[in-house]
């Protein structure tokens, strides 16, 4: 089973909608979770930091449910800009981040 | 903010060569350094942790001989594909974190797209 697991997509939506991802991560000690975004063959770059209360950021809503080891990342009015990669990243004990294996976002106009 | 300068942003290379690749960070010391590979559709993998002024540690699979890593300064990490073959034609990305700031945030260089033929 892989440490972090999302649906790879792709989601196709117009423009306006409202789409949300999900995650799931196997090590319960984990600590620390975030949402990343990766435009293709470019760097990641962190979206938003999620935490166990949720919490929003504009348009971007993330939760995490730590008893059901879940994360989720909704989108509201979805923009064009938006369409990118989504990756859910876990960060344990360690320093290291592990990246889930992305889901691709297309918004269309 | 935080910049992370990953150099070269592409390399063509012929099977048995090798390839040096560079991190930097420009405006912040990064004691610790990441180095990730990425397949087409697929997730971002740690290959190895580089620590300035000590070994680095590599993930399980991950050849040391392979992958030389050298973190000689507080500014600079450089990853070597020693004898690249075809298999090994990836994105290679670096990923420093700055002190202080938050866990999650780590700053990425621009990546390498390393292609062996």
């Known amino acids: 089973r892989k440490e972090v697991e999302q649906d790879p997509g792709p989601f196709n939506v117009p423009e306006g909608a409202t789409v949300a991802f999900n995650c799931t991560y196997s090590n319960s000690a984990s600590q620390s979770f975030f949402w990343y975004r990766q435009d293709c063959r470019k760097e990641p770059k962190l979206l938003m930091s999620?935490?166990?209360s949720g919490n929003e950021d504009g348009r971007f809503t993330a939760q995490l449910n730590r008893a059901s080891q879940y994360i989720s990342l909704l989108i509201r009015d979805s923009k064009l800009s938006d369409s990118a990669t989504y990756l859910c990243?876990?960060?344990?004990?360690?320093?290291?981040?592990?990246f889930g294996s992305g889901t691709q976002l297309t918004v269309l106009p | 903010g935080a910049v992370v300068s990953q150099h070269p942003s592409r390399v063509i290379c012929k099977s048995g060569t090798s390839v040096k690749i560079e991190c930097r960070s420009l405006d912040f010391q990064a004691t610790t350094m990441f180095w990730y590979r990425q397949f087409p559709k697929q997730s971002l993998m740690l290959m190895a942790t580089s620590n300035e002024g000590s070994k680095a540690t590599y993930e399980q699979g991950v050849e040391k001989d392979k992958f030389l890593i050298n973190h000689a300064s507080l500014t600079l990490s450089t990853l070597t594909v020693t004898s690249a073959h075809p298999e090994d034609s990836s994105f290679y990305i670096c990923?420093?974190?700055?002190?202080?700031?938050?866990?999650?945030?780590?700053?990425f260089g621009q990546g390498t797209r390393l292609t062996v033929v």
């Open positions: 990243v876990v960060r344990g004990s360690a320093r290291q981040l592990t």
């Open positions: 990923s420093a974190r700055r002190q202080g700031a938050s866990l999650g945030e780590a700053f």
């Open positions: 999620v935490y166990s």
